[in-house]
């Protein structure tokens, strides 16, 4: 089982920008997929980016398309994913949960096998 644990949110502007950490430890952290999802208030969980354990394949919701890039760095003990969101807008408010390990569609949340507690990001208007 991967442990993660998110960073990095907060609150910002419309117009501004964040950028999230996950650390992912544990299990076979270094050679799977790592993800990015968000869940806003009512709404179910949907996928925002993910990338492979090389960082070779990435795609992205096409929501967040050209606003945020997904990135990772994997050292001995643990791997690191980022999501820098730019150009953030109020939609984009919810609660960003890093996830690991699918053993499906990476863009389908309940394939996701590994959770990370999540982090807030409000966007003001």
């Known amino acids: 089982q991967v442990q993660l644990a998110e960073s990095g949110g907060g609150l910002v502007q419309a117009g501004g920008s964040l950028t999230l950490s996950c650390a992912a430890s544990g299990g076979t952290f270094s050679s799977i997929p790592l993800g990015w999802f968000r869940q806003a208030p009512g709404k179910e969980r949907e996928f925002v980016a993910v990338i492979s354990w090389t960082g070779g394949t990435i795609f992205y919701a096409d929501s967040v398309k050209g606003r945020f890039t997904i990135s990772r760095d994997n050292a001995d003990s643990k791997s690191t994913v980022f999501l820098q969101m730019n150009s953030l807008k109020p939609e984009d408010t919810a609660v960003y949960y890093c996830?690991?390990?699918?053993?499906?569609?990476?863009?389908?949340?309940?394939?996701?096998?590994?959770w990370g507690q999540g982090t807030q990001v409000t966007v003001s208007s």
């Open positions: 996830a690991a390990d699918p053993d499906g569609d990476w863009k389908d949340p309940q394939f996701w096998g590994d």
